[in-house]
Protein backbone atom coordinates (compact mmCIF):
# COMPACT_ATOMS: atom_id res chain seq x y z
CA UNK A 1 0.00 0.00 0.00
CA UNK A 2 1.50 3.00 -1.02
CA UNK A 3 2.02 5.75 1.49
CA UNK A 4 0.10 8.92 1.64
CA UNK A 5 3.56 11.14 0.86
CA UNK A 6 4.00 9.21 -2.23
CA UNK A 7 0.81 9.64 -4.14
CA UNK A 8 0.60 12.32 -7.06
CA UNK A 9 -2.16 14.83 -5.16
CA UNK A 10 0.07 15.09 -2.15
CA UNK A 11 3.35 15.69 -3.95
CA UNK A 12 1.54 18.26 -5.76
CA UNK A 13 -0.40 19.57 -3.28
CA UNK A 14 1.24 23.11 -3.62
CA UNK A 15 1.49 23.65 -7.58
CA UNK A 16 -2.31 23.00 -7.36
CA UNK A 17 -2.58 25.48 -4.73
CA UNK A 18 -0.75 28.48 -6.62
CA UNK A 19 -2.43 27.50 -9.30
CA UNK A 20 -5.96 27.73 -7.85
CA UNK A 21 -4.92 30.69 -6.15
CA UNK A 22 -3.37 32.27 -9.30
CA UNK A 23 -6.97 31.47 -11.58
CA UNK A 24 -8.92 33.41 -8.33
CA UNK A 25 -6.54 36.13 -8.60
CA UNK A 26 -7.33 36.72 -12.19
CA UNK A 27 -10.85 36.60 -11.77
CA UNK A 28 -10.99 38.81 -9.24
CA UNK A 29 -8.73 41.22 -11.21
CA UNK A 30 -11.47 41.03 -13.77
CA UNK A 31 -14.88 41.61 -11.76
CA UNK A 32 -13.70 44.32 -10.05
CA UNK A 33 -11.83 46.42 -12.35
CA UNK A 34 -14.80 45.75 -15.40
CA UNK A 35 -17.99 44.64 -13.75
CA UNK A 36 -18.52 45.31 -9.61
CA UNK A 37 -20.13 47.89 -9.09
CA UNK A 38 -18.92 49.31 -12.40
CA UNK A 39 -19.93 52.89 -11.30
CA UNK A 40 -18.32 55.66 -9.71
CA UNK A 41 -18.41 57.35 -6.11
CA UNK A 42 -18.60 61.01 -5.23
CA UNK A 43 -14.79 60.27 -3.43
CA UNK A 44 -13.41 59.16 -6.48
CA UNK A 45 -14.51 61.69 -8.70
CA UNK A 46 -12.62 64.31 -5.48
CA UNK A 47 -9.42 62.31 -6.44
CA UNK A 48 -9.46 62.70 -9.75
CA UNK A 49 -10.19 66.17 -9.60
CA UNK A 50 -7.43 66.29 -6.87
CA UNK A 51 -4.95 64.48 -9.54
CA UNK A 52 -5.98 66.53 -12.53
CA UNK A 53 -5.44 69.44 -10.92
CA UNK A 54 -1.76 68.85 -10.02
CA UNK A 55 0.92 71.28 -10.95
CA UNK A 56 4.99 72.28 -10.74
CA UNK A 57 4.01 75.76 -10.59
CA UNK A 58 1.45 75.68 -7.58
CA UNK A 59 1.52 73.02 -4.98
CA UNK A 60 -1.90 72.55 -3.01
CA UNK A 61 -0.58 71.97 0.33
CA UNK A 62 -3.40 69.39 0.71
CA UNK A 63 -2.49 67.65 -2.83
CA UNK A 64 0.94 66.36 -0.98
CA UNK A 65 -1.27 63.94 1.31
CA UNK A 66 -1.33 60.77 -0.86
CA UNK A 67 0.40 62.45 -3.22
CA UNK A 68 2.27 59.15 -5.01
CA UNK A 69 -0.91 57.95 -5.80
CA UNK A 70 -2.27 60.90 -7.21
CA UNK A 71 1.01 60.95 -9.62
CA UNK A 72 -0.06 57.49 -10.75
CA UNK A 73 -3.59 58.52 -11.72
CA UNK A 74 -2.03 61.60 -12.89
CA UNK A 75 -0.23 59.32 -15.23
CA UNK A 76 -3.34 57.06 -16.24
CA UNK A 77 -5.40 60.05 -17.41
CA UNK A 78 -2.44 61.31 -19.11
CA UNK A 79 -2.62 58.19 -21.16
CA UNK A 80 -5.97 56.86 -21.33
CA UNK A 81 -8.12 59.94 -20.12
CA UNK A 82 -10.30 60.16 -17.71
CA UNK A 83 -12.62 57.24 -17.95
CA UNK A 84 -13.85 54.98 -15.20
CA UNK A 85 -11.51 52.43 -15.61
CA UNK A 86 -8.54 55.16 -15.84
CA UNK A 87 -10.13 56.74 -12.55
CA UNK A 88 -9.47 52.86 -10.74
CA UNK A 89 -6.30 51.86 -12.97
CA UNK A 90 -3.68 52.86 -10.02
CA UNK A 91 -5.67 50.98 -7.19
CA UNK A 92 -6.39 48.07 -9.41
CA UNK A 93 -2.35 47.98 -10.00
CA UNK A 94 -1.74 48.84 -6.63
CA UNK A 95 -4.01 45.63 -5.50
CA UNK A 96 -2.72 43.39 -7.70
CA UNK A 97 1.18 44.13 -6.00
CA UNK A 98 -0.59 43.95 -2.90
CA UNK A 99 -1.78 40.77 -3.32
CA UNK A 100 1.46 39.54 -4.37
CA UNK A 101 2.72 41.44 -1.79
CA UNK A 102 0.74 39.17 1.05
CA UNK A 103 1.40 35.68 -0.49
CA UNK A 104 5.39 37.30 -0.12
CA UNK A 105 5.26 38.17 3.63
CA UNK A 106 2.95 35.48 4.37
CA UNK A 107 4.87 33.02 2.83
CA UNK A 108 7.89 34.51 4.81
CA UNK A 109 6.60 34.54 7.92
CA UNK A 110 4.29 31.44 7.70
CA UNK A 111 4.50 27.93 6.49
CA UNK A 112 3.49 27.32 3.00
CA UNK A 113 0.54 26.19 3.20
CA UNK A 114 -0.31 28.72 5.72
CA UNK A 115 0.34 31.47 3.11
CA UNK A 116 -1.28 30.10 0.48
CA UNK A 117 -4.55 29.73 2.87
CA UNK A 118 -4.30 33.07 3.37
CA UNK A 119 -3.71 34.59 0.10
CA UNK A 120 -6.89 32.90 -0.70
CA UNK A 121 -8.81 34.46 1.82
CA UNK A 122 -7.62 37.44 1.82
CA UNK A 123 -8.24 38.74 -1.74
CA UNK A 124 -11.56 37.08 -1.51
CA UNK A 125 -12.69 39.34 1.18
CA UNK A 126 -14.79 41.94 0.85
CA UNK A 127 -12.67 44.65 1.79
CA UNK A 128 -9.69 43.95 -0.63
CA UNK A 129 -12.22 43.63 -3.60
CA UNK A 130 -13.41 46.91 -2.33
CA UNK A 131 -10.38 48.23 -2.24
CA UNK A 132 -8.84 47.05 -5.13
CA UNK A 133 -11.70 48.57 -7.44
CA UNK A 134 -12.00 52.12 -5.49
CA UNK A 135 -10.53 55.11 -7.06
CA UNK A 136 -9.03 56.30 -4.46
CA UNK A 137 -6.12 56.62 -2.33
CA UNK A 138 -7.18 53.85 0.26
CA UNK A 139 -5.04 51.02 -1.33
CA UNK A 140 -1.71 52.68 -0.92
CA UNK A 141 -1.31 52.08 2.76
CA UNK A 142 -2.04 48.12 2.62
CA UNK A 143 0.40 48.36 -0.47
CA UNK A 144 2.98 50.20 1.30
CA UNK A 145 2.66 47.73 4.80
CA UNK A 146 2.84 44.49 3.08
CA UNK A 147 5.71 45.28 0.65
CA UNK A 148 7.46 47.21 3.77
CA UNK A 149 7.29 44.59 5.98
CA UNK A 150 8.86 42.00 3.46
CA UNK A 151 11.38 44.22 2.35
CA UNK A 152 12.68 44.58 6.10
CA UNK A 153 11.87 40.83 6.55
CA UNK A 154 14.58 39.94 3.94
CA UNK A 155 16.86 42.25 4.92
CA UNK A 156 17.37 40.72 8.40
CA UNK A 157 17.01 37.45 6.50
CA UNK A 158 18.50 36.89 3.52
CA UNK A 159 22.02 37.04 2.87
CA UNK A 160 21.15 37.42 -1.36
CA UNK A 161 20.03 40.85 -2.72
CA UNK A 162 20.11 42.53 0.44
CA UNK A 163 21.02 46.24 -1.15
CA UNK A 164 18.14 45.89 -3.26
CA UNK A 165 15.70 45.31 -0.35
CA UNK A 166 17.03 47.47 1.90
CA UNK A 167 16.76 50.49 -1.15
CA UNK A 168 13.38 49.38 -1.37
CA UNK A 169 12.83 49.80 2.40
CA UNK A 170 13.86 52.85 2.43
CA UNK A 171 12.25 54.03 -0.76
CA UNK A 172 8.90 52.82 1.27
CA UNK A 173 9.84 54.42 3.64
CA UNK A 174 9.94 57.81 2.47
CA UNK A 175 6.57 56.80 0.55
CA UNK A 176 4.67 55.86 3.60
CA UNK A 177 5.41 59.29 4.96
CA UNK A 178 2.96 60.70 2.25
CA UNK A 179 0.30 58.87 3.11
CA UNK A 180 -2.35 58.94 6.58
CA UNK A 181 -1.29 57.05 9.00
CA UNK A 182 1.99 55.91 7.11
CA UNK A 183 4.27 57.30 10.03
CA UNK A 184 2.72 55.04 12.97
CA UNK A 185 4.00 51.96 10.26
CA UNK A 186 7.35 53.98 10.32
CA UNK A 187 7.61 54.38 13.95
CA UNK A 188 6.78 50.61 13.94
CA UNK A 189 9.78 49.63 12.54
CA UNK A 190 12.09 52.20 13.67
CA UNK A 191 10.91 51.02 17.47
CA UNK A 192 10.91 47.46 16.89
CA UNK A 193 14.54 47.94 15.31
CA UNK A 194 15.72 49.88 18.52
CA UNK A 195 14.14 47.20 20.54
CA UNK A 196 14.61 44.33 18.98
CA UNK A 197 18.37 42.53 19.48
CA UNK A 198 18.63 40.49 16.38
CA UNK A 199 17.45 44.07 14.35
CA UNK A 200 20.01 46.21 16.14
CA UNK A 201 23.35 43.86 15.41
CA UNK A 202 21.70 43.83 11.59
CA UNK A 203 21.65 47.79 11.65
CA UNK A 204 25.19 48.25 13.32
CA UNK A 205 26.73 46.25 10.70
CA UNK A 206 25.59 48.89 7.68
CA UNK A 207 28.40 51.02 6.67
CA UNK A 208 27.69 54.25 8.21
CA UNK A 209 28.44 55.87 4.83
CA UNK A 210 25.69 54.23 3.02
CA UNK A 211 23.11 54.93 6.65
CA UNK A 212 24.45 58.84 6.55
CA UNK A 213 23.39 58.67 2.69
CA UNK A 214 20.17 56.92 2.63
CA UNK A 215 19.28 59.58 5.88
CA UNK A 216 20.31 62.32 3.78
CA UNK A 217 18.08 61.31 0.43
CA UNK A 218 15.18 60.43 2.87
CA UNK A 219 15.35 64.43 4.12
CA UNK A 220 15.24 65.40 0.58
CA UNK A 221 12.81 62.84 -0.40
CA UNK A 222 9.75 64.23 2.12
CA UNK A 223 10.90 68.05 1.46
CA UNK A 224 7.79 68.76 -0.23
CA UNK A 225 5.73 67.23 2.99
CA UNK A 226 7.72 69.52 4.91
CA UNK A 227 6.92 72.78 2.88
CA UNK A 228 3.19 71.50 2.74
CA UNK A 229 2.97 70.95 6.68
CA UNK A 230 4.82 74.79 7.34
CA UNK A 231 2.03 76.54 4.64
CA UNK A 232 -1.13 74.28 6.18
CA UNK A 233 -0.57 72.57 9.51
CA UNK A 234 -3.71 71.03 8.88
CA UNK A 235 -1.46 68.54 6.82
CA UNK A 236 0.29 67.43 9.58
CA UNK A 237 -3.30 66.07 11.62
CA UNK A 238 -4.46 64.41 7.97
CA UNK A 239 -1.23 62.62 8.47
CA UNK A 240 -1.54 61.80 12.13
CA UNK A 241 -4.80 60.66 11.06
CA UNK A 242 -6.65 62.72 13.57
CA UNK A 243 -10.27 64.61 12.94
CA UNK A 244 -9.39 67.98 11.64
CA UNK A 245 -13.23 69.25 12.06
CA UNK A 246 -13.51 68.35 15.72
CA UNK A 247 -13.84 65.16 17.66
CA UNK A 248 -16.92 63.59 18.21
CA UNK A 249 -15.93 60.05 20.64
CA UNK A 250 -19.18 58.79 21.17
CA UNK A 251 -20.48 58.88 17.63
CA UNK A 252 -16.81 57.66 16.27
CA UNK A 253 -16.48 54.58 18.46
CA UNK A 254 -19.94 53.82 17.61
CA UNK A 255 -19.25 53.81 14.10
CA UNK A 256 -16.13 52.02 13.99
CA UNK A 257 -17.77 49.04 16.27
CA UNK A 258 -20.63 48.91 13.95
CA UNK A 259 -18.25 49.14 10.71
CA UNK A 260 -16.22 46.22 12.62
CA UNK A 261 -18.54 44.35 14.39
CA UNK A 262 -22.05 45.09 13.34
CA UNK A 263 -23.32 42.07 12.29
CA UNK A 264 -26.60 43.04 12.14
CA UNK A 265 -26.41 46.51 11.16
CA UNK A 266 -27.95 48.22 7.71
CA UNK A 267 -25.50 49.34 5.08
CA UNK A 268 -26.11 53.03 4.83
CA UNK A 269 -22.59 54.46 3.02
CA UNK A 270 -20.38 53.42 0.21
CA UNK A 271 -19.04 50.10 2.58
CA UNK A 272 -20.43 47.19 3.38
CA UNK A 273 -20.73 46.23 7.13
CA UNK A 274 -19.49 44.71 8.46
CA UNK A 275 -15.94 44.95 7.11
CA UNK A 276 -15.40 41.22 7.75
CA UNK A 277 -17.78 38.22 8.05
CA UNK A 278 -18.12 36.28 11.08
CA UNK A 279 -15.75 33.65 9.69
CA UNK A 280 -12.94 36.31 9.04
CA UNK A 281 -13.48 37.87 12.13
CA UNK A 282 -13.21 34.37 14.10
CA UNK A 283 -10.00 33.70 12.65
CA UNK A 284 -8.80 37.21 13.00
CA UNK A 285 -9.64 37.11 16.85
CA UNK A 286 -7.54 33.27 16.89
CA UNK A 287 -4.65 35.80 15.31
CA UNK A 288 -5.15 38.22 17.95
CA UNK A 289 -4.84 35.63 20.91
CA UNK A 290 -2.02 33.95 19.25
CA UNK A 291 -0.04 37.32 18.85
CA UNK A 292 -0.78 38.26 22.34
CA UNK A 293 0.89 34.90 23.59
CA UNK A 294 4.08 34.72 21.55
CA UNK A 295 5.93 38.51 21.65
CA UNK A 296 9.50 37.64 21.45
CA UNK A 297 10.20 38.08 17.60
CA UNK A 298 10.39 41.16 15.52
CA UNK A 299 7.27 40.78 13.49
CA UNK A 300 5.30 40.63 16.82
CA UNK A 301 6.62 43.55 17.89
CA UNK A 302 6.15 45.13 14.53
CA UNK A 303 2.70 44.38 14.63
CA UNK A 304 1.59 44.89 18.35
CA UNK A 305 2.80 48.43 17.95
CA UNK A 306 1.21 49.43 14.50
CA UNK A 307 -1.67 47.29 15.29
CA UNK A 308 -2.47 49.42 18.65
CA UNK A 309 -1.55 52.61 17.03
CA UNK A 310 -4.12 51.51 13.85
CA UNK A 311 -7.10 50.29 16.53
CA UNK A 312 -6.60 53.71 18.59
CA UNK A 313 -6.52 55.75 15.14
CA UNK A 314 -9.44 54.21 13.60
CA UNK A 315 -11.60 54.06 17.25
CA UNK A 316 -11.58 58.19 16.92
CA UNK A 317 -11.53 58.62 13.38
CA UNK A 318 -13.40 55.35 11.27
CA UNK A 319 -13.24 56.73 7.99
CA UNK A 320 -9.51 55.13 8.45
CA UNK A 321 -10.93 51.46 9.06
CA UNK A 322 -9.66 50.32 5.36
CA UNK A 323 -5.97 50.79 7.23
CA UNK A 324 -6.62 47.31 9.25
CA UNK A 325 -6.30 44.72 6.42
CA UNK A 326 -3.00 44.30 6.62
CA UNK A 327 -2.87 43.94 9.66
CA UNK A 328 -6.31 41.75 9.86
CA UNK A 329 -4.88 39.58 6.77
CA UNK A 330 -1.88 38.57 8.93
CA UNK A 331 -4.37 37.77 11.99
CA UNK A 332 -5.80 35.64 9.57
CA UNK A 333 -2.62 33.88 8.81
CA UNK A 334 -2.02 33.67 12.47
CA UNK A 335 -5.26 31.82 12.95
CA UNK A 336 -5.48 29.59 10.46
CA UNK A 337 -1.42 28.49 10.99
CA UNK A 338 -2.84 28.23 14.54
CA UNK A 339 -5.47 25.56 13.47
CA UNK A 340 -3.66 23.62 11.46
CA UNK A 341 -0.53 23.00 14.25
CA UNK A 342 -3.09 22.53 17.37
CA UNK A 343 -4.39 19.67 14.57
CA UNK A 344 -1.02 17.92 14.02
CA UNK A 345 -0.52 18.27 17.80
CA UNK A 346 -3.45 15.90 18.06
CA UNK A 347 -2.20 13.19 15.69
CA UNK A 348 1.68 14.00 15.64
CA UNK A 349 2.28 10.53 13.74
CA UNK A 350 -0.46 9.46 11.63
CA UNK A 351 -0.05 11.06 8.67
CA UNK A 352 -3.78 9.44 7.11
CA UNK A 353 -5.22 11.73 10.25
CA UNK A 354 -3.46 14.60 9.21
CA UNK A 355 -4.22 14.34 5.87
CA UNK A 356 -7.54 13.79 7.05
CA UNK A 357 -7.78 17.14 8.65
CA UNK A 358 -7.22 19.06 5.13
CA UNK A 359 -11.44 18.14 4.90
CA UNK A 360 -12.66 20.59 7.28
CA UNK A 361 -9.67 23.01 6.71
CA UNK A 362 -10.32 22.88 2.84
CA UNK A 363 -14.79 23.53 3.48
CA UNK A 364 -13.63 26.29 5.76
CA UNK A 365 -11.42 27.99 3.28
CA UNK A 366 -13.71 27.41 0.56
CA UNK A 367 -16.54 28.56 2.37
CA UNK A 368 -14.90 31.73 3.24
CA UNK A 369 -13.81 32.10 -0.52
CA UNK A 370 -16.74 31.78 -1.76
CA UNK A 371 -19.15 33.34 0.71
CA UNK A 372 -16.65 36.33 0.42
CA UNK A 373 -17.06 36.78 -3.27
CA UNK A 374 -20.62 36.73 -3.28
CA UNK A 375 -21.37 38.87 -0.12
CA UNK A 376 -19.39 41.59 -3.00
CA UNK A 377 -20.71 41.02 -5.56
CA UNK A 378 -24.10 40.74 -4.66
CA UNK A 379 -24.17 43.97 -2.24
CA UNK A 380 -22.36 46.12 -4.93
CA UNK A 381 -24.67 44.60 -7.66
CA UNK A 382 -28.33 44.74 -6.22
CA UNK A 383 -28.08 46.36 -2.70
CA UNK A 384 -29.83 49.97 -3.13
CA UNK A 385 -28.96 51.72 0.33
CA UNK A 386 -24.71 51.21 -0.82
CA UNK A 387 -25.27 51.95 -4.69
CA UNK A 388 -26.62 55.35 -3.78
CA UNK A 389 -23.95 56.52 -3.03
CA UNK A 390 -22.62 55.29 -6.88
CA UNK A 391 -23.20 56.83 -9.98
CA UNK A 392 -22.45 55.74 -14.00
CA UNK A 393 -22.85 59.35 -15.21
CA UNK A 394 -19.54 58.90 -16.93
CA UNK A 395 -20.07 55.72 -18.67
CA UNK A 396 -23.73 57.08 -20.03
CA UNK A 397 -22.13 59.94 -21.09
CA UNK A 398 -19.41 58.46 -23.12
CA UNK A 399 -21.80 56.23 -24.96
CA UNK A 400 -24.22 59.64 -25.54
CA UNK A 401 -20.96 61.30 -27.04
CA UNK A 402 -19.97 58.00 -29.34
CA UNK A 403 -23.63 58.16 -30.08
CA UNK A 404 -23.25 61.62 -31.40
CA UNK A 405 -20.10 60.92 -32.83
CA UNK A 406 -21.62 63.02 -36.23
CA UNK A 407 -22.28 66.14 -34.81
CA UNK A 408 -19.18 69.01 -35.66
CA UNK A 409 -19.79 70.56 -32.12
CA UNK A 410 -21.04 68.68 -29.20
CA UNK A 411 -21.63 70.46 -26.04
CA UNK A 412 -21.96 69.10 -22.29
CA UNK A 413 -24.15 71.43 -20.09
CA UNK A 414 -23.94 70.74 -16.68
CA UNK A 415 -24.43 72.21 -13.19
CA UNK A 416 -21.60 74.74 -11.05
CA UNK A 417 -21.13 71.10 -9.05
CA UNK A 418 -20.64 69.05 -11.90
CA UNK A 419 -18.41 71.46 -14.05
CA UNK A 420 -14.81 70.93 -12.54
CA UNK A 421 -15.38 67.16 -13.09
CA UNK A 422 -16.53 67.20 -16.34
CA UNK A 423 -14.30 69.56 -17.37
CA UNK A 424 -11.38 67.54 -16.44
CA UNK A 425 -13.13 64.84 -18.62
CA UNK A 426 -13.52 67.19 -21.60
CA UNK A 427 -9.94 68.14 -21.01
CA UNK A 428 -9.01 65.22 -22.26
CA UNK A 429 -11.69 64.37 -24.34
CA UNK A 430 -11.85 65.90 -27.74
CA UNK A 431 -14.68 65.04 -28.42
CA UNK A 432 -16.98 67.84 -26.61
CA UNK A 433 -16.80 71.08 -24.75
CA UNK A 434 -18.39 72.39 -21.23
CA UNK A 435 -19.74 74.79 -19.72
CA UNK A 436 -22.89 76.00 -17.55
CA UNK A 437 -25.16 77.73 -20.71
CA UNK A 438 -25.90 76.58 -23.67
CA UNK A 439 -23.81 77.76 -26.66
CA UNK A 440 -25.87 78.40 -29.60
CA UNK A 441 -23.51 77.19 -32.35
CA UNK A 442 -23.59 73.68 -30.52
CA UNK A 443 -24.82 70.86 -33.17
CA UNK A 444 -26.07 69.09 -30.62
CA UNK A 445 -26.29 69.49 -26.75
CA UNK A 446 -25.99 67.30 -23.77
CA UNK A 447 -27.93 68.16 -20.58
CA UNK A 448 -27.08 66.73 -17.34
CA UNK A 449 -30.21 65.98 -15.13
CA UNK A 450 -29.04 68.57 -12.50
CA UNK A 451 -28.75 71.38 -15.05
CA UNK A 452 -31.96 70.70 -17.16
CA UNK A 453 -34.07 72.31 -14.52
CA UNK A 454 -31.74 75.43 -14.63
CA UNK A 455 -31.30 76.51 -18.02
CA UNK A 456 -33.34 78.14 -20.35
CA UNK A 457 -34.86 75.37 -22.73
CA UNK A 458 -32.82 74.87 -25.77
CA UNK A 459 -33.96 75.77 -29.74
CA UNK A 460 -32.71 72.24 -30.41
CA UNK A 461 -35.74 69.54 -30.58
CA UNK A 462 -35.42 66.71 -27.92
CA UNK A 463 -33.61 63.51 -29.59
CA UNK A 464 -33.02 61.59 -26.10
CA UNK A 465 -33.35 60.98 -22.81
CA UNK A 466 -30.42 59.14 -21.22
CA UNK A 467 -31.53 56.96 -18.26
CA UNK A 468 -29.89 54.74 -15.84
CA UNK A 469 -31.09 51.61 -14.16
CA UNK A 470 -31.93 53.16 -10.69
CA UNK A 471 -35.74 52.96 -10.19
CA UNK A 472 -35.38 56.63 -9.35
CA UNK A 473 -33.96 59.84 -10.17
CA UNK A 474 -32.99 57.68 -13.52
CA UNK A 475 -32.68 60.50 -16.42
CA UNK A 476 -29.35 60.85 -16.99
CA UNK A 477 -28.59 63.35 -19.37
CA UNK A 478 -31.06 65.10 -22.16
CA UNK A 479 -29.72 65.13 -26.06
CA UNK A 480 -30.99 67.87 -28.25
Known amino acids: MKAVTEYTLYAKRYLIGYLLVLALFVGILSIAAFYVPGALRHGEMDSALTSGALSMQSINPESVVNLPYYLLQRLSFMTLGVTPFSIKLPSIILG ?77 MATALYIPLGIYLVLAIVITASLHPHIRYVIRRVARVRLTIAILLGLISVAPLIYA ?72 YTVLILGACLTILVAINPTHATALYPIAVLMIAMGIATLIVNWYKLFPRNPYARVAGLVPIT ?90 HGIRAPELPLATIVTSKKSSDSDRFYIY
Not at 397 to 411: F, M, N
Request: glycine share 6%; proline share 3%.
Open 96 to 172: ALTAIGIFVLTRTWFRRNVAVITTAIAISSTQFLFLLQDGTAAIIFSFITVWLLAACTFVTRSHLFTTFWKVVACVL
Open 229 to 300: IIIKPSVALMLLGIPTEGLNLPASLLQAGQDLFGFFSTSNSYQLRPLYPLGTTLLILIGIYKLLTVKYTARS
Open 363 to 452: VLVVGLVFSGLMRYMNNYTYNPNILSHYTTDLKLLDRSLTHEAGAKKIQLVASARELPFYGLVAHYDTRFSVSTDIDPAATAVVVSREAQ
